[in-house]
């Protein structure tokens, strides 16, 4: 029991220690590009040694990569959460796709720099974890896709709809919107941004008026 106990905590530190290195790194490489930004800057940043960057992860490619997948990753988690929640909740798939917009834009509210890095990682072709970066946008494109494809199974969207390529478009909708927000309509509040949204959604999507 104590063993377990001591493996736990020694988990919970190094996972703690992981999360100040994606912050440190995301951090640096808005600030000043992926090329510019050294391991020693890093390190220095998440107020660690250079080793324990070693320890942690490879290299530098080797973190900017799977902090792709952490961040990711915890949108998608957001954007089920909230589509499950809607469900269970009893709302429509337009509702369920309604909550998971905002989802997005909480997520962007919270981590702005990652999103950035994100959308200007997407339209590289020469890195390293181009595939990596592949297969994590499909994950969180396909929380999507399910809702819709559920929508057109139930009767509640038309059949016509092209799944995949509508959940990408609602994705990039909330990316490319939520960014413009941050850079350029900074003075808008989240509610705002997501009421525009939103009457997007549904007149388009729905088919309402």
Avoid at 25 to 35: C, Y
Avoid at 127 to 143: E, K, P
Wanted: net charge negative; hydrophobic share 45%.
């Amino acid at each position: 029991m104590e063993s377990s106990s001591a493996a736990s905590g020694g988990s919970t530190r190094r996972e703690a220690t992981r999360q100040k290195l994606y912050e440190a790194a995301v951090t640096l490489i808005a600030e000043q590009g992926f090329s510019a930004t050294t391991v020693d800057e890093i390190a220095e940043r998440a107020g660690v040694a250079k080793g324990t960057v070693y320890y942690n992860f490879a290299s530098k490619s080797v973190l900017f990569e799977e902090l792709l997948r952490h961040g990711v990753g915890l949108l998608t988690a957001s954007l089920r959460e909230a589509a499950e929640r809607t469900a269970r909740e009893g709302g429509s798939k337009v509702d369920a796709l309604d909550a998971m917009i905002r989802a997005g834009l909480v997520f962007i509210d919270r981590y702005p720099a990652f999103t950035q890095l994100y959308v200007a990682e997407l339209w590289r072709t020469n890195r390293a974890w181009q595939s990596t970066l592949m297969v994590v946008r499909q994950q969180a494109v396909a929380v999507v896709e399910d809702v819709l494809r559920e929508g057109v199974a139930g009767g509640e969207f038309n059949d016509e709809i092209d799944v995949p390529l509508t959940a990408a478009a609602l994705v990039g909708m909330v990316l490319v919107a939520a960014l413009d927000w941050k850079a350029f309509q900074p003075e808008r509040s989240l509610d705002d941004v997501h009421s525009a949204l939103s009457r997007l959604l549904q007149g388009r999507v729905s088919g309402r008026r």
